[in-house]
C-alpha cells in the first residue's frame, strides 16, 4: 500500500526509517530516500528499474546544507545565490567527508545537488534535516510525474508514501549544469533557460544533441537517449497528421488527427513545459485505447523553456533498448 501523505513532517519521519517517499518539487515529483542509507539508496534503484550507473540528484533546503557536502566555487555560490530555491542543479567536487551514499552518485567523484522551490518538499527536507537522493518518481525511462496521479500510476505498491502537492508549476526537470571540471557545461536543459545561467557566470558549453551523442559518449551517465518514452512511437517536427495518429500540438493546431491535445495555443514554452508530460501520458493512454499508430509532435521552436521540451521529445522519439 502506497500512502498519500499531506504533512511533510509525516514524510520527514517515513525517510528517517529508511523508506521511499514521493515529493512534489516544482519541476517534477522526486523519489527521495535518505542519501546517506545505502539500503534506502538501493532501493531507489529497485523501486524505478532504475541502472546503477545513473546517479541521482540530491536535495537540500538549503545552499549551506548543499555545500557541506560538495565544494562550492565562486560561480557555484553566486549561482546558488541566483537561482535556489529554484530548478537548477549543480555537479560539483563531492568533500573528502561528503556523507552522501556512493552509489547515490554512481561511485563518481561529483555529486549532483539541487534546493528545491517548493513548500512542501522545504518542508519535509527542513524536518528531515539531512540529504535526500531523488530521481523523477516514474519507472526508468518512462514519462516523468507531474502530479500524484502519475506517480500512483508509475511506482503504486512499490513505495511508502507519496506527499500530496498536486501538479507541478515547471513540468520538466531541472537544468543540470557540471561545474566540476573546470569549464561549465550543460548536462541536460531544464528548467532555468541556459542564456539566464550565462548571464551570471558567462559562457556555458553546450552538449551535444540527443541523436548526436549516444550514452556511452556523455560526460553523465544519465542522459540516456532513450528516455521519457510514451508507449507509442512518437513522431517528431510534424508538418501534417494522418487520422490513426494522436496529435501533440503546439499553437494552432494541425487539422485531421484522432485526438490532440494542446501544449500552449499562443505558443508559451512556459505553459507548454507544465503541460508537456501529462499530455504525453493523456496521449498515450487514451491513443492505445483507440489502437492509433503513434504520436505526432508539432516542432517547438525558441528559446526559454523550449530547448528542454524538445530535449525530452527527441529522447522520448529516440529508438528503445
Ligand atoms: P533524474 O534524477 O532522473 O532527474 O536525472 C538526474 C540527471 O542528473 C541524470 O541525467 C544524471 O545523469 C545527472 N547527474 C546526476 N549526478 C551526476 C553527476 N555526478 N555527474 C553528472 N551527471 C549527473
Ligand atoms: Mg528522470
Known sequence: MTALLDDPLDA????????????PTETVYGLGADARNAAAV????AAKGRPHFNPLICHFADADSAF???????RARALAARFWPGPLTLVLPRRADCRVELLAGAGLDTLAVRVPA???ALAMLR???????APSANRSGRVSPT???????????????ILDGGECAVGVESTVLDLGAGGAALLRPGGVPVEAIEAVIGPVGRPLSPEAAPAPTLRSPGLLLSHYAPVLPLRLD???????????????????AAITEQLSLARDDREAARRLFGALRRLD????????????AMPVPGGGLAPAIRDRLARAAAPRG
Open 147 to 161: 502530479s500524484p496521479a502519475h506517480v500512483m500510476e508509475e511506482l503504486g505498491g512499490r513505495i511508502a508514501a
Open 42 to 45: 538501493a532501493e531507489i534503484f
Open 285 to 296: 493512454a487514451e491513443g492505445r485505447r483507440l489502437g492509433l499508430r503513434g504520436i505526432a
Open 127 to 133: 524536518a528531515f534535516g539531512g540529504p535526500v537522493a
Open 12 to 23: 520527514a519521519a517515513l525517510l528517517r526509517a529508511g523508506a521511499l517517499v514521493a515529493f
Open 68 to 74: 557541506a557536502e560538495v565544494r562550492a566555487d565562486a
Open 238 to 256: 510534424a508538418r501534417e497528421v494522418a487520422a490513426d495518429e494522436a496529435l501533440l500540438a503546439f499553437g494552432p493546431p494541425l487539422a485531421g
Open 118 to 120: 517548493h513548500d512542501l
